[in-house]
């Protein structure tokens, strides 16, 4: 009984995250767990230095608004957003620094700080 329980809430949450998406977002998914599984950034179609760009103004920018006290005791998930789009954009710089272009990491760094950003406004 438990485990279906657990089974239901889950499923609830997936359903409202998607719905919310589509009504909300075009450009990158709400829900976290999108940003890991499903999304694949635009950013990527561009010139290597370009993406290398992008994810490194990003990292910088999400440092920045992380570190921040009034984001820091925030209640909103503006925090959340900022921490892991500046550890994500930071995955991607250390694969670039390897001489790799990780795509997955690429589009979470772009996810999580399209969803700062939205956050931000």
Same mark, same amino acid.
């Given at each position: *009984? @438990?485990? *279906? %329980?657990? @089974? $239901?809430v889950v499923v609830a949450f997936?359903? +409202?995250?998607?719905?919310? *998406?589509?009504?909300?977002?075009?450009?990158?998914?709400?829900?976290?767990?999108?940003?890991?599984?499903?999304?694949?950034?635009?950013?990527?179609?561009?010139?290597?230095?370009?993406?290398?760009?992008?994810?490194?103004q990003s990292y910088e920018h999400?440092?920045?608004?992380?570190?921040?006290?009034?984001?820091?005791?925030?209640?909103?998930? %503006?925090? +959340?957003?900022?921490?892991?789009? @500046?550890?994500?954009?930071? @995955?991607?710089? $250390?694969?670039?620094?390897?001489?790799?272009?990780?795509?997955?990491?690429?589009?979470?760094?772009?996810?999580?700080? +399209?969803? *700062?950003?939205?956050?931000?406004?």
């Amino acid at each position: *009984m @438990k485990s *279906m %329980l657990a @089974k $239901g809430v889950v499923v609830a949450f997936c359903l +409202t995250g998607s719905a919310v *998406m589509a009504a909300d977002s075009p450009v990158a998914p709400l829900d976290g767990i999108q940003c890991i599984r499903t999304f694949r950034s635009a950013v990527l179609d561009q010139p290597r230095p370009e993406v290398l760009s992008f994810v490194e103004q990003s990292y910088e920018h999400a440092l920045e608004v992380s570190e921040r006290r009034s984001v820091i005791f925030n209640q909103s998930q %503006l925090f +959340t957003w900022a921490h892991e789009a @500046k550890v994500s954009c930071a @995955k991607a710089i $250390g694969f670039f620094a390897s001489g790799e272009l990780n795509e997955d990491q690429v589009s979470q760094c772009d996810c999580y700080y +399209t969803r *700062m950003r939205l956050l931000l406004r």
